[in-house]
């Protein structure tokens, strides 16, 4: 499977972006995918995942109730939908596969990854 995440910009404290995460192949609706965040200087943290059938979604304290997460199988495709941005969102997100979803928050879990678009929010 391989990943190309888009959708990244700057954006003011407040607004909006939705991030897309188009995945290659014909087992994308096989697998749980999640978003990842790494801000400069800081490790990859875990955002929000969604498992194959798109049936259960988890998120990070931080984010919950501002993001939702999502997919279309039919279009390859997950999303992540971002409201309220704050400047501590700032980061590159990438989007991951994996196919077993046992620890979804864990970098370990994940078998592919997508190549990462900056997010920035200003003040």
């Known amino acids: 499977v391989q990943l190309q995440a ?4 700057l954006v003011q404290a407040g607004g909006s972006l939705r991030l897309s995460c188009e995945a290659s192949g014909r087992s ?4 749980n995918m999640g978003w990842f965040r790494q801000a ?8 929000a995942f969604i498992r194959w059938s798109g049936g259960t979604t988890y998120y990070a304290d931080s984010v919950k109730g501002r993001f939702t997460i999502s997919r279309n199988n039919a279009k390859n ?3 992540l939908q971002m409201n ?12 991951a596969a994996d196919r077993y979803g046992r620890s979804y928050s864990s970098t370990n879990e994940y ?11 200003s003040s």
């Open 6 to 9: 888009s959708g990244g910009g």
């Open 77 to 79: 495709t997950v999303y």
């Open 28 to 31: 994308f609706s096989t697998y």
């Open 40 to 47: 400069p200087g800081k490790e990859r943290e875990f955002v």
């Open 111 to 121: 078998d592919y990854w997508g190549q990462g678009t900056l997010v920035t929010v």
């Open 84 to 95: 309220s941005l704050k400047p501590e969102d700032t980061a590159v997100y990438y989007c």
